[in-house]
């Protein structure tokens, strides 16, 4: 059973434009949300956060949105970049299940140049 | 810099052979994980510890065991390496809950 699910598996965008990456889960107990980044042979590395207090997180030219009602969150990178090429996972924890992470499938990010 | 090193970055072992892979971090964090990714799953927990001596099983133990002897250093065992434990092995560590992981660049493991 997926409790986070990455419904696209890729997505390309040209340099410059906005990239959207989607996220959905369905464990209500879910109050902490993270995105990673990983490039090949890498380990993934911490992104962004986001608590389920906020609705909105920014960093840079990342920003994390959550809507807990639709138990959905998405990360937008504006603008994109051709470096931000990688596979991005958001991940979920939950305090009653000791804040062990979640992971999602993966989104395959590609940006043209 | 915290730093996650996991032993092999490269490994290829037989059916049945006994398997260790292992981490080691250098920030005394207490929070340790295995994952396996694998395309089209994700990530994948296999075991964590929150202590010393202290392990708990994540969502596919079967097959696999750990150790966490010293602080720093959490090993993962596969006792009897099969086919289907062909994958990509990564080991995280965090200080605090909701702390976010730093994660190991990862041991691909193939099994034939």
């Known amino acids: 059973d997926q409790q986070v699910k990455q419904n696209s598996p890729s997505l390309s965008v040209q340099e410059g434009r906005i990239s959207i990456l989607n996220c959905d889960y369905t464990n209500s107990m879910f109050d902490y949300f993270l995105w990673y980044k990983k490039y090949p042979a890498e380990g993934p590395t911490f992104l962004i956060s986001?608590?389920?207090?906020?609705d909105k997180n920014e960093d840079g030219r990342f920003t994390v949105f959550l809507n807990k009602s639709a138990k959905h969150l998405s990360l937008h990178i504006v603008p994109s970049q051709p470096g931000d090429s990688a596979v991005y996972f958001c991940?979920?924890?939950?305090?009653?299940?000791?804040?062990?992470?979640?992971f999602g499938t993966g989104t395959r990010l590609a940006v043209r140049p | 810099d915290v730093k996650v090193t996991q032993s092999s970055r490269y490994l290829v072992k037989r059916t049945g052979e006994k398997v260790f892979l292992e981490c080691v971090q250098d920030?005394?964090?207490?929070?340790m994980f295995w994952y396996r990714q694998d395309p089209g799953l994700g990530l994948r927990l296999i075991y964590f510890?929150?202590?010393?001596?202290?392990?708990e099983k994540g969502d596919i133990p079967e097959g696999y065991s750990v150790s966490r002897e010293k602080k720093e250093r959490f090993s993962l065992i596969l006792e009897s390496a099969s086919t289907n434990q062909t994958s990509m092995y990564l080991c995280?560590?965090?200080?605090?809950?909701?702390?976010?992981?730093?994660f190991g660049s990862g041991t691909r493991l193939t099994v034939v």
């Open positions: 995280a560590s965090s200080l605090l809950p909701n702390y976010g992981y730093t």
């Open positions: 920030m005394d964090h207490e929070n």
């Open positions: 510890s929150y202590d010393v001596k202290m392990k």
């Open positions: 986001i608590s389920s207090i906020k």
């Open positions: 991940a979920a924890s939950a305090k009653s299940s000791g804040d062990k992470l979640t």
